[in-house]
């Protein structure tokens, strides 16, 4: 009896020690992820923003990962864009006008935004294309919103390869610098 009651207990701590080492898919995000840092595109997991499509295609369900680029010496007006059929789209839900105040009383106003990313295609990796959903310009930084978690799943990227992480990244870097040069290019 004694016997049982040892195994039972070995069989218990084994499953609770197993229990506690990360999945597969937890380690291949974390992997992605470390490698958008070493980077420099500032991944962070957030809760969908109300104005993309998140889970069941619903606006503002679930969480994303967010890859920043941050360039110190570009300034971007706010814009938002949403991926339609491979190409960025202007957000049909922001207003075509922001408020600009330029610090001094009562210079406040409004001023046209133009979106000069307006249908531009995404030509990112097959791999990540799928999974971006938006765009977001802001001050110094250029947002992409893609579902990270999905390039490393078996079900949504069944030709996932860790050594094409790395390229990928630098695609998705790339093309974020390219916009940004388009976006900051006046003419």
């Avoid at 991926?83 to 839900?93: A, F």
Wanted: with cysteine; hydrophobic share 40%; glycine share 8%.
């Amino acid at each position: 009896m004694g016997t049982w009651v040892a195994i039972a207990i070995g069989l218990f701590v084994l499953g609770s020690i197993m229990a506690l080492k990360p999945s597969g898919v937890d380690v291949r995000l974390d992997k992605l992820r470390m490698t958008a840092r070493r980077l420099e595109l500032n991944p962070k997991l957030v809760a969908c923003p109300d104005w993309i499509r998140g889970r069941n295609n619903e606006y503002g369900k679930g969480m994303m990962g967010q890859y920043a680029l941050i360039l110190d010496d570009m300034k971007f007006p706010e814009t938002r864009y949403q991926v339609i059929d491979g190409e960025l789209r202007p957000d049909s839900t922001s207003d075509t006008q922001i408020e600009v105040n330029d610090g001094a009383q009562g210079n406040a106003g409004t001023q046209d935004v133009t979106y000069r990313l307006d249908h531009e295609p995404l030509n990112l990796p097959a791999s990540i294309t799928p999974l971006v959903k938006a765009v977001y310009t802001k001050a110094n930084s250029l947002v992409v919103f893609w579902e990270d978690s999905g390039y490393v799943k078996p079900n949504t990227n069944p030709n996932y390869d860790p050594q094409h992480i790395e390229p990928d990244l630098l695609a998705l870097k790339a093309a974020m610098y390219q916009w940004a040069q388009k976006l900051a290019n006046k003419g």
